[in-house]
């Protein structure tokens, strides 16, 4: 059964019924007028499909030359000389904005293509808030890749052993990371350090020596529970069983590190330092360190007088016996370790000999006589 329809032209147009699953359309010629002759239908069939043949090939050849020039543009660099910009990303906001903005400070050409490429990699619903430091000198795929693993900018806190909380707050400042005294509210909280499970009143000594880096607006209290977390690395169970064997806490062995890592000046020096210590425990003897008293002291001006000996405070070892109240800073690596592992000797004092390295002594005539040499002498 056909179907036919006239196109008030000189030809009458049928359609044969049903068509085939292929949509073969077959074309049926038959002059209006009953004239013999005409156009071969085998003729205009061939034509119709070179020319479905010709369309679909120009189809084809636009697409794979546009896939080809988008693979180029992504792949390549805007401006291979640009420097780098610090661009941020507010948490919430759209991927249309986040192309507007790249484009407007010149890290991308093209926002079109770029949302092209975003979307045909699925990126364009990963990216992630947060400062960047990009480049027009890297490419679209290198950007997109970037904000998507949230490769945010760093920044650099470098904490040197032997410093206080106070001290360090003053070094988180530096870095842009916190205030100074949002870092030390922190650092003394008490519910915090609880939460953190210290046997600790504060953070002071917990805050492990150590090169970190931190994202902008990470939390101070992120910024304490990573220095937190490192020393648990560092203090493992191994050193938890040296410190019982040693009959003393994990807490009292951090605070007599604290005490070694500020007397000591050559590290060679630190089991050394270490046994002088542990030998005085021993001995009932009070430690009489000067880092305690100064820890212990408000407004220190660099200048340890006689006064300050005599005055009482939780953290002056000259007037108290045992360990002072707390850590006076934060030790490192070697300065725990000597504590837990201290040298074997019988020494009971050591002065300054004033080249960083100390003269030590088994009693108090001997220590008398290293004072006058080392001490006295040399005013």
Wanted: aromatic fraction near 10%.
């Amino acid at each position: 059964m056909a179907s036919c329809f006239d196109n008030n032209g000189p030809f009458l147009i049928c359609l044969k019924k049903p068509w085939p699953k292929t949509a073969f359309i077959k074309i049926i010629i038959a002059h209006h007028a009953g004239q013999s002759g005409g156009l071969e239908v085998e003729d205009i069939l061939k034509k119709l499909m070179l020319l479905i043949a010709i369309a679909i090939g120009l189809i084809i050849s636009g697409v794979i030359a546009f896939w080809l020039h988008l693979q180029h543009y992504a792949g390549t660099p805007a401006n291979s000389q640009s420097g780098q910009k610090v661009i941020i990303i507010p948490t919430g906001q759209s991927f249309n904005a986040t192309t507007a903005a790249l484009s407007k400070y010149h890290i991308i050409e093209d926002p079109f293509k770029f949302k092209i490429v975003a979307r045909l990699k699925g990126y364009d619903k990963k990216l992630q808030a947060g400062e960047y430091v990009l480049s027009a000198a890297m490419s679209p795929i290198q950007i997109l890749q970037k904000l998507v693993n949230g490769e945010v900018k760093l920044y650099r806190l470098t904490v040197p052993e032997g410093l206080n909380l106070h001290q360090i707050a003053s070094l988180v400042d530096k870095a842009g990371l916190a205030s100074k005294s949002s870092f030390v509210a922190a650092a003394t909280d008490a519910e915090f350090v609880h939460q953190q499970d210290l046997k600790a009143k504060t953070f002071e000594g917990y805050l492990f020596p150590e090169t970190y880096f931190f994202p902008k607006n990470t939390s101070v209290k992120e910024i304490i529970s990573t220095m937190v977390g490192r020393f648990r690395q560092i203090f493992n169970s191994t050193w938890q069983q040296r410190a019982h064997q040693l009959g003393l806490s994990t807490h009292q062995i951090v605070i007599l590190a604290s005490i070694i890592e500020k007397e000591t000046g050559a590290p060679f020096e630190r089991p050394i330092i270490s046994s002088v210590f542990h030998n005085r425990l021993n001995k009932k003897m009070r430690l009489e360190s000067d880092p305690t008293v100064i820890y212990g002291l408000k407004n220190f001006d660099g200048n340890l007088k006689r006064k300050h000996l005599e005055t009482p405070t939780p953290y002056n070892t000259y007037k108290r016996s045992g360990l002072p109240a707390g850590p006076i800073a934060n030790p490192g690596k070697e300065s725990l370790e000597a504590a837990l592992y201290p040298a074997d000797t019988k020494f009971l004092y050591f002065v300054s000999k004033k080249d960083q390295t100390h003269q030590f002594s088994t009693n108090f005539k001997d220590h008398h006589r290293a004072v006058q040499k080392y001490q006295l002498r040399r005013r």
